[in-house]
């Protein structure tokens, strides 16, 4: 089972790099640590994972970081979730509508 922690309240400035350096700092080994950021303008969303190594203490790495500072803001460190189903399945039917510009249906 993968030892997974959300980090959330991130500055806008958080790197990969960032994130897995706070977590080795605090002692523990880093497998993997990711910033998510926003798919149009590349910006931080605030909030990110990381990937502890086999062997690490998943409640005693919460128990250290969940609070501390990250350039003046408190990070929350919880267990990450496994993404709900459905978020990112895109619904079914169109959106349809009858929009732009039509002629008939000006205001006079």
Do not use: Y
């Not at 958080?14 to 497998?31: I, K, Q, R």
Request: hydrophobic share 35%; net charge positive; glycine share 14%.
């Amino acid at each position: 089972m993968a030892l997974k922690l959300f980090i959330g309240n991130l500055p806008r400035n958080a790197t990969d790099t960032t994130l897995s350096e706070l977590v080795t700092n605090a002692g523990f080994h880093v497998a993997t640590a990711v910033v998510i950021r926003d798919r149009m303008t590349g910006d931080s969303k605030g909030f990110g994972f990381v990937e502890l190594a086999d062997g690490e203490n998943l409640q005693k790495a919460i128990q250290s970081l969940d609070g501390q500072a990250l350039e003046g803001r408190p990070l929350t460190v919880n267990e990450a979730r496994p993404q709900r189903s459905g978020f990112s399945k895109p619904r079914p039917g169109g959106g349809g509508g009858r929009g732009g510009f039509n002629k008939s249906r000006r205001d006079w």
